[in-house]
């Protein structure tokens, strides 16, 4: 088992939070991960990202170049690293705040998840990274929900913890409809 | 004098060795050695020291005074104490460091020591010169003194002014007691004993930092006699450097 | 071993501080820099805790001689920094190996020269390796390439610092530094209150007097004194450290260390999938470094290319190692590129020419 992952969105979309969840999450099942936050000066280029490999070999390079997954939460995420993305890898748009027309279909399997407005309907619009994770999630089954459910505990703030349950909602939204699109 | 009528008035004190110095004829770092070791031996100390020796003439302490010791980098000196103290607050810490040393390369850690309030004991011999390297210019040398790097007399406007590192570290609040002495005559000896024991008193009271400046003479860098020398420190140093306490946190 | 073998995912400069915590370490200072500076961030909160000594000293040089101090009382100490502040600790690491001090010293590198910036680098392989200050010295150099290690290799420093009486250095970088990976806690935290009992200061209650210097004046007594050293940074070789990643049956194999080391094994699981026997050596130990077994690898015919992020520096010790046996190729990602797999991909290639 082998999946890689990048996360890119704009600083306060919490992109680090969910590669941070994903990474816990996969440590819980007992398997190798690495989590890298952005470096350096790609700071100041408008997105914030993170990488997460999980696999259960030894895991060589944090860094990945060719992602097969990722997960765009805004326009210059995607036109960042959507040339980057392996052919046949898995591309996750915000259809919420992204040009769908910018979007290639065919070379990838592309989910256009509206991500903000499922969060927004659900109660609170800061969950999009959460439906997002969890789209991934259902297309992936890299990891099981329940330890995403565990490491939320253990990684957002205690002032956060009324917010779980919600947030479990919007791992579950997103993780049904990214399973049901990546069946079509 | 026959046997019974001696009377023992001056002996070496019990921390020293007994081996000749290698310091100058009128050199004044013997006698404050001397008053160190003494205040060492009369707070029953020599047992429970650790000495941080630095670099200049006074790198060989530890040859001399037969306590525990640690060589510091040039400068140095307060921060290795520093480390020393916090990790063996049990014992008694005191570095022993000349002007080119603490006022120049290790101006930031002297300042740095005392303001946290450092535990140990800084002696500091200001004899207005580079001793051990030839007689350079020092950050204590007085305006127009002439040194070998300052062939035409120290200039105001070029080289500054000489630091006063008593008043500088009194004005500090970690630092419990500072004063300047000097060893010129037998007074101020015993002056500058009393205020050396303050300075130790300071630290194993668990008060804050302890410091004494030292006016010593340097009789071959100055190119005077012993008896010269000794008068250009009353003559020449005090009117710049005037003795005194300028911080006591004993007595508050 | 702790019975407690819970994992934690933690960033490599925490792992360190960790790894210092469970090593035993008694006495820290140090002075913030990026991108390490979750190490001191971490130990002002968890040594205090247990009772250890913290200084955020003024300045690097302070720091590294605050290390000299608690050292020379036998306790374990160290500093951690990142390249320029390295640079400024050199004086007191110098004082430090001469003195015979045990010692722990992180590195997490910045690109340079001078201010440089916080991208990875690996150029200060020479610095770390070659001594870093004035005098013939060298300081033992450990080469984390996982957050795993980071942790193993500083509890492991701690202990070689005492074996041989050094300063150990780990040398790191940011990509290390700042990624997250599980790590292991397998050491309890235990100090013991006779490590350098024969050695270190206490006052002189009951026995002579101890004198820790690096001042050899006398007539023969330097040359003495650094033989002796010699001898010991000879003696070290007993601690070779090195990994061999697909080496055994491998047609070239590349030779890299820390992050470089771990992502060069990504290129080779790529080229093995092309059909192409690829290995790699990754060096542990930096200093001493393992010339004999890389000698070995190429007599028996292996094809060598050195990897790393900086303009040539280990590929130096490489080719002393290689010495009338073979070439060695070399790649070079410069200081402040973010290295990725692929980028080694072409390089490794070229050598089945």
Not at chain 3, 232 to 245: I, V
């Amino acid at each position: 088992m082998y999946q890689d992952v990048i996360i890119a969105g704009f600083g306060g979309q919490g992109v680090m939070l969910i590669g941070n969840i994903l990474a816990y999450a996969a440590m819980g099942q007992g398997l190798n991960v690495t989590y890298m936050p952005v470096y350096g000066v790609e700071m100041r280029g408008g997105t914030a990202n993170c990488t997460v490999v999980i696999s259960d070999e030894e895991i060589g390079s944090p860094i990945i170049f060719h992602p097969r997954s990722i997960i765009v939460m805004n326009q210059p995420s995607l036109n960042k690293f959507q040339p980057r993305l392996v052919t046949g890898g898995l591309l996750i748009v915000n259809s919420s705040i992204v040009d769908t027309s910018s979007v290639p279909k065919e070379k990838y399997k592309t989910l256009l998840i509206p991500v903000n407005n499922i969060a927004d309907k659900l109660g609170n619009i800061k969950m999009a990274n959460m439906v997002a994770l969890g789209a991934w999630l259902g297309a992936t089954k890299a990891v099981d929900i329940h330890h995403i459910e565990d490491a939320m505990t253990k990684m957002l703030s205690s002032l956060d913890h009324k917010l779980i349950e919600l947030n479990k909602k919007a791992l579950q939204e997103g993780f049904n409809i990214g399973a049901k699109k990546s069946e079509i | 004098m026959n046997p019974g009528q001696e009377k023992l008035v001056y002996t070496l004190p019990k921390c020293m060795n007994d081996i000749p110095t290698h310091f100058c004829p009128g050199c004044h770092h013997g006698i404050i050695h001397r008053l160190v070791a003494q205040a060492i031996d009369e707070f029953d100390l020599q047992d429970n020291t650790i000495c941080v020796g630095s670099v200049g003439c006074s790198v060989f302490i530890y040859n001399y005074i037969d306590v525990d010791s640690v060589e510091a980098p040039h400068g140095r000196a307060p921060a290795v104490a520093t480390g020393v103290k916090r990790a063996r607050p049990e014992n008694f810490v005191f570095a022993y460091q000349g002007d080119g040393d603490l006022a120049a390369i290790g101006l930031s850690e002297i300042i740095h020591c005392a303001n946290r309030g450092e535990r140990v004991t800084i002696i500091f011999v200001n004899n207005t010169v580079y001793g051990m390297t030839g007689g350079q210019m020092a950050p204590t040398t007085l305006v127009g003194q002439k040194t070998t790097t300052s062939p035409y007399g120290r200039r105001e406007d070029k080289e500054g002014y000489p630091l006063k590192m008593a008043e500088i570290l009194g004005s500090l609040e970690g630092t419990a007691f500072s004063a300047r002495v000097a060893v010129n005559n037998i007074k101020n000896i015993l002056k500058a004993k009393k205020a050396l024991k303050k300075a130790f008193q300071v630290q194993l009271q668990d008060i804050g930092f302890g410091f004494v400046e030292f006016l010593s003479a340097c009789p071959t860098n100055w190119h005077m006699s012993p008896l010269d020398a000794n008068k250009r420190i009353e003559t020449e140093l005090m009117p710049y450097f005037p003795l005194g306490i300028f911080k006591d946190k004993i007595n508050e | 071993m702790s019975e407690n073998k819970e994992r934690l995912l933690v960033k490599g400069n925490e792992a360190i501080a960790i790894g210092a915590i469970d090593g035993g370490v008694e006495c820290y200072f140090a002075y913030p820099i990026t991108p390490q500076s979750d190490i001191p961030e971490y130990l002002s909160r968890e040594l205090v805790r247990l009772g250890g000594e913290f200084v955020q000293a003024e300045s690097e040089i302070a720091s590294i001689n605050m290390v000299l101090g608690a050292a020379a009382c036998g306790k374990r100490a160290m500093t951690s920094s990142s390249s320029p502040g390295i640079s400024l600790k050199q004086e007191g690491i110098s004082y430090i190996a001469g003195s015979e001090l045990p010692a722990v010293i992180i590195n997490i590198t910045r690109g340079g020269p001078g201010l440089g910036g916080i991208q990875p680098s690996q150029g200060d392989y020479f610095q770390s390796t070659r001594g870093g200050g004035h005098g013939d010295y060298r300081t033992m150099v450990l080469a984390p390439s996982t957050c795993q290690e980071c942790y193993d290799l500083t509890i492991w420093a701690f202990d070689l610092a005492f074996k041989y009486r050094n300063p150990v250095l780990i040398l790191g970088d940011a990509i290390l530094g700042q990624m997250k990976e599980p790590i292991t806690r397998w050491k309890e935290r235990e100090i013991n209150p006779n490590e350098g009992a024969e050695w270190r200061l206490t006052g002189k209650k009951g026995r002579k007097q101890r004198i820790l210097k690096s001042l050899y004046l006398d007539e023969g007594a330097m040359e003495q004194h650094n033989l002796r050293l010699y001898k010991k940074y000879k003696s070290m070789e007993t601690d070779l450290k090195w990994e061999e990643f697909m080496v055994q049956d491998a047609d070239v194999i590349a030779v890299a260390f820390g992050s470089i080391g771990r992502i060069v094994k990504s290129t080779a699981r790529k080229l093995r999938g092309q059909g192409l026997k690829v290995g790699v050596f990754r060096p542990i130990t930096l200093f001493p470094f393992p010339y004999e077994r890389i000698r070995e690898l190429a007599r028996s015919g292996k094809k060598f290319i050195t990897i790393e992020n900086n303009t040539g520096q280990m590929v130096e010790d490489v080719k002393l190692a290689l010495c009338g046996i073979c070439d060695c190729g070399f790649f070079a990602n410069m200081p402040g590129k973010v290295s990725t797999p692929e980028d080694f991909i072409q390089p490794i290639k070229d050598q089945f020419n």
